[in-house]
């Protein structure tokens, strides 16, 4: 219940979300590791906001990860309908160019 | 008390959960872990004072994204969905071999060493500070924040969300050849 231990919970994520990021090889458990350093990233400001600055502006920066995270996972996932669209799979190793 | 109780609660379950993102076999499952660890997150954020954000959380990240990703899986499943036998020890056959594996590991061991050094001075210099306990309700605070300091970021994320709707859906539709 201190700075440390919550800085120390959003470092395993942190670190499990680029494990999954570079082991996984379908594109959507890769998407799953980036949601998963995305909630690290925002837990760390809340944990800042609540220990060291006493403001909301930390809360604030959170919700605003919220919201990028939302919109890069629309993106992200309307790019992996698409390329499952052209490649009838979504394995990495087939993402090697760029036009159809 | 309740609030340690919570504390360890939702730190068990946001790291079991994503440990069990990174292992199991299935993408399906994978999702539905990431769903628990989430929520896990939103406890932490309940036990760190922010109820708004937490709230916030499970709203967007429960109700949406997971499901997005729910969605994704389920279109583009096929002959991926438990894919290309490279077992590494019966342990995750889907989607990673052992050299992928390896590399990953290898590079969260050491970014997870570096790191908790930083994280152990950080903690010398920031020295426990006891603010006055929780916040009353944060919601009114952040509404105001958000239309008077933070008020262009808020605008641009309106227009954020809006060019990644237009932009998905253009991106995902159907074409003729």
């Given at each position: 219940m201190s700075l440390t231990s919550y800085l120390l919970i959003s470092l395993v994520l942190f670190v499990i979300g680029l494990v999954v990021m570079i082991s996984r090889k379908n594109i959507v458990a890769i998407l799953l590791g980036i949601e998963l350093i995305l909630n690290a990233a925002a837990l760390n400001f809340v944990a800042y906001s609540r220990f060291v600055t006493n403001n909301l502006d930390g809360h604030v920066f959170s919700l605003f990860i919220i919201v990028v995270a939302a919109a890069e996972a629309a993106v992200g996932l309307a790019i992996v309908i698409r390329f499952f669209q052209i490649k009838e799979t979504i394995h990495i190793d087939e993402a090697t160019q760029l036009r159809n | 008390m309740f609030v340690q109780l919570l504390f360890l609660l939702s730190a068990s379950l946001t790291i079991g959960c994503a440990i069990a993102v990174a292992v199991t076999k299935n993408i399906m499952h994978s999702c539905i872990f990431l769903l628990g660890s989430l929520i896990g997150i939103a406890g932490l954020y309940a036990t760190l004072g922010a109820d708004f954000v937490a709230v916030t959380q499970i709203m967007v990240y429960v109700g949406g994204i997971v499901i997005l990703m729910l969605f994704a899986v389920m279109l583009t499943g096929?002959?991926?969905?438990?894919?290309?036998?490279?077992?590494?020890l019966g342990l995750a056959p889907s989607m990673g071999n052992k050299w992928t594996y390896g590399v990953g590991l290898s590079v969260g061991l050491v970014f997870l060493l570096t790191n908790v050094k930083l994280i152990l001075s950080i903690s010398e210099y920031f020295p426990e500070k006891k603010f006055g306990n929780e916040f009353p309700s944060t919601v009114t605070q952040i509404g105001h924040l958000l239309v008077k300091d933070h008020v262009l970021a808020f605008e641009l994320s309106s227009v954020l969300l809006l060019g990644a709707l237009v932009g998905a859906a253009i991106i995902a539709r159907p074409r003729k050849q």
């Open positions: - | 096929g002959k991926d969905f438990v894919s290309r036998a490279q077992n590494l």
